[in-house]
């Protein structure tokens, strides 16, 4: 089902040429065009035909990669037109529902661009959609469609939908019919000629176009930072995994989950529920984690946060066990857990008065929920998102790209470095765990045909050892029952390369435990010491950002 843009007026394109611009393509561009064509976009075109319409950046793409989807600067007008047509004709703002509403009375039949979600009505034994922005409730919806699109009952989708509109003398049937329902996600794609298409490129141009088609500029981000960004896409890779992201506002934590791929779904840390993230005990209906690939926890952090016992012991057993009881049964399920929030304290800070999880809730703070973890990001060395970071060169559409990552779930590549490297013996199951997940998670989106040299291995396989440690690190502050561990692994010439974290090589006497008391914090400590540190810890890190790869 396509929609019709047949009576496009070409003296609109003046105007898509002065929003979108036309940047001048780099090599890596063409290059991306000529071994993705048809599922890549200029990542600025998103900005370009958005206007006022408050939908995620994959619905857009969806529509930009029908239509827009080439380096032919006349389609991608056509196309930047096409799709403004679209949103003008169907999609439904809020504040002209009513509008919406009589056009379809008049009408007949319109077509909407629409976030659906459905309920079962049990008395009447029927499913009943309602539209978000439409303002109506109560449609009457094929259970053929509810099973081809389970997510309608947990949290909605956003659809392309033919809506009708047949007054009834009975007050109580709905006048609103559901003449048709697309989800608004791709359908199929050729992974074996994404693989192949991935061979032309080097490690460093992938990882630039993986960067680009999150939006970013590669140019003005390290090799790090652009390894922070795509641990941000681990969850959706890798089935189970658990991620947390602290770290200052402003800097893209939950951009990932919202507006990256239909497969994620953001929810406000205080808003959730055990029968709404697990199952609902009196009627059996399964929660987020039975429909969603990642289920990302917004705005986690804040000490004071009311937060439900029975909740965090379930999440805990989730978190270990890929499962979780519904009475006397037990349920399995594969959605990745991502807890992001910010931080209100310098890392010096944190490090000297407390620890690098201080800002969580109380109930949350604690060994056995916080060994659960696979990788923490250190969000304080993502830098804060400006204008000039975002890109205008090409990426992939993220609808297609999501399809991919979802794909490789079924995939594990977390024995990739045993045929060069092993583990220090020293590593718990937990923490090897961890360790393989992140590792495996980042392979895949690196590395997705499984072939890397040894030094591109090692560089994931560090990294991966890194994430864990900062976890488990932290976690010796809060619970001495725990033992310390010798993070690092052996090559196969036997030698040892032992493995820290960034703020471990910058504050020392503040990292390691029993070097340095914690003490109440004083405004001198702020003002004076931290505030330094802090300084210092910015300069290191971007001198490190400027080293070269194997530096």
Not at 48 to 77: C, M, R, W
Not at 128 to 154: M, W
Not at 365 to 391: K, Q
Request: charged share 25%.
């Amino acid at each position: 089902m396509e929609l019709d843009v047949s009576n496009l007026d070409p003296a609109e394109q003046s105007d898509a040429v002065r929003t979108a611009g036309t940047p001048e393509q780099s090599d890596l561009d063409r290059k991306i065009n000529q071994y993705f064509p048809g599922v890549v976009v200029r990542k600025d075109l998103v900005k370009a035909v958005k206007g006022n319409a408050i939908v995620p950046s994959y619905v857009l793409e969806y529509l930009l990669g029908q239509y827009a989807a080439s380096d032919d600067e006349a389609t991608i007008l056509a196309g930047i037109d096409a799709v403004r047509k679209i949103l003008a004709d169907h999609y439904v703002h809020r504040n002209e529902s009513e509008l919406v509403k009589s056009i379809i009375k008049e009408k007949g039949r319109h077509r909407i661009i629409d976030r659906v979600s459905v309920v079962l009505n049990e008395k009447a034994d029927v499913y009943e959609a309602s539209f978000e922005n439409l303002g109506i409730r109560g449609v009457i919806i094929d259970p053929g469609t509810v099973k081809a699109n389970e997510k309608l009952l947990v949290g909605g989708v956003w659809c392309i939908c033919d809506i009708e509109y047949s007054h009834s003398d009975d007050s109580r049937v709905v006048p609103w019919i559901l003449g048709s329902l697309k989800a608004i996600q791709m359908s199929s794609f050729d992974f074996d000629g994404y693989l192949t298409a991935r061979q032309e490129f080097t490690s460093e141009e992938w990882v630039d176009l993986l960067i680009q088609s999150i939006g970013f500029n590669p140019d003005l981000f390290g090799r790090r930072a652009k390894l922070l960004q795509l641990v941000r896409l681990i969850p959706f890779v890798e089935r189970n995994y658990n991620l947390v992201e602290l770290g200052p506002k402003g800097t893209g934590k939950s951009h990932i989950f919202s507006e990256f791929s239909p497969h994620g779904m953001l929810i406000s840390g205080g808003e959730v529920t055990v029968p709404k993230l697990f199952v609902n005990n009196s009627n059996g209906k399964i929660g987020l984690v039975g429909y969603w690939d990642v289920v990302a926890f917004d705005e986690f952090a804040g000490k004071k946060k009311r937060t439900d016992k029975a909740l965090v012991d379930i999440m805990k057993n989730y978190m270990a066990n890929k499962s979780f009881s519904r009475g006397v049964q037990t349920m399995g399920a594969e959605a990745s857990m991502v807890f992001v929030g910010n931080t209100s304290h310098t890392v010096p800070y944190m490090l000297k008065h407390s620890d690098l999880f201080d800002e969580l809730p109380e109930a949350y703070h604690d060994s056995a929920y916080l060994d659960r973890l696979h990788c923490y990001i250190p969000g304080w060395e993502v830098e804060t998102i400006r204008g000039e970071m975002f890109s205008t060169g090409y990426g992939f559409v993220v609808d297609y790209i999501a399809e991919v990552l979802r794909s490789m779930r079924n995939s594990d590549f977390s024995d990739k470095y045993q045929a060069h490297f092993t583990l220090g013996t020293e590593i718990s199951t937990r923490d090897r765990d961890g360790i393989h997940k992140t590792f495996s998670g980042l392979m895949k989106i690196v590395y997705p045909t499984g072939e890397a040299t040894p030094e591109e291995i090692e560089e994931l396989l560090r990294f991966a050892i890194e994430g864990r440690k900062r976890v488990k690190d932290q976690i010796l502050r809060i619970d001495a029952t725990f033992d310390p561990v010798n993070f690092g692994y052996t090559d196969m010439a036997g030698n040892w390369h032992p493995v820290t974290t960034l703020e471990e090589d910058e504050y020392p006497a503040y990292y390691h435990v029993g070097q340095q008391p914690a003490t109440a914090a004083t405004g001198d400590d702020v003002a004076g010491g931290d505030v330094k540190a802090s300084k210092q810890h910015g300069a290191r890190r971007r001198a490190v950002e400027r080293m070269p790869r194997w530096a």
